[in-house]
């Protein structure tokens, strides 16, 4: 406990599955939040649950709704921030939308568009906004919410594309602010059950391509849990971690080795 205690943590996409998971652990590890999402009524539930649990103490959770794939909203969730808390020390970039495993014969202009807008320009947009305050204080830490399917290309075309470019983006940012105050790392989850992959939202995957897929991967082994993934993010934006940047971790249980 403890691990964040006065630090100020951005979290996009914690109205469900690894972001809401993230926000509670960070805030039983001493962080104040500002929670991010675009379903409003779910993510000022997430907020009420941790400062509920908060009570008595300094700690807060602020709801800023917004979609992260529109350029002023980033900007409005970084000025709501700074007003709140006067600072910004960690930013886990994590919103995303689910992969409908769409190989490039078969996925949309309109799709493409999307996925690369909401997983991978978001991402661009909400760390430059960041950046702004990080950079005067010469302290922050980046985590960016990548993929498997970035590294093994083993999701559909434009979610692959997409996370492998974040974690290029990852990489270019840790070089520029090496030594700095300022580092950027990547987590990659394997398959890990969230609302994104409950059944509903599976039916409207490409079945025949993910199933080409999976035999590249060892899907017998469990599944890790929102919680492994949370952990493997704390550790990240944690001072544990003051001397990685520009790294990639995968956490999937071993299904990719």
């Known amino acids: 406990m403890g691990r964040l ?29 500002v929670l991010t999402a675009r379903r409003k009524e779910k993510l000022q539930a997430v907020a009420d649950e941790i400062n509920t649990a908060a009570a008595g103490t300094s700690l807060r959770a602020l709801a800023v709704n917004g979609d992260v794939s529109v350029k002023e909203d980033c900007v409005h969730i970084v000025k709501e921030t700074i007003a709140a808390f006067g600072k910004i020390d960690i930013l886990v970039n994590n919103a995303g939308i689910a992969d409908k495993h769409l190989p490039i014969t078969r996925c949309s202009d309109e799709w493409w568009d999307e996925v690369i807008r909401i997983d991978q320009t978001s991402v661009f947009w909400m760390t430059k906004e960041a950046l702004k305050y990080m950079e005067p204080a010469a302290y922050g830490s980046i985590v960016n919410i990548s993929s498997i399917g970035g590294v093994f290309g ?104």
């Open 154 to 257: 083993s999701a559909g075309i434009s979610y692959s594309g997409a996370k492998a470019a974040v974690i290029g983006m990852t990489k270019n940012i840790a070089i520029q602010f090496a030594g700095k105050g300022i580092r950027c790392n990547a987590i990659c989850p394997g398959p890990t059950p969230t609302p994104l992959s409950a059944p509903e939202k599976v039916k409207t995957f490409d079945t025949a391509f993910a199933d080409q897929c999976a035999m590249h991967m060892n899907m017998t082994l469990p599944q890790a849990t929102v919680l492994d993934q949370a952990n493997a993010i704390l550790f990240f934006a944690s001072d544990e971690a003051k001397a990685v940047t520009g790294q990639v971790m995968i956490v999937d249980n071993g299904i990719t080795l």
């Open 5 to 33: 205690d006065h630090k100020v943590a951005i979290i996009t996409g914690t109205s469900s599955g690894i972001g809401e998971e993230t926000a509670r652990l960070f805030a039983r590890e001493g962080a104040s939040l």
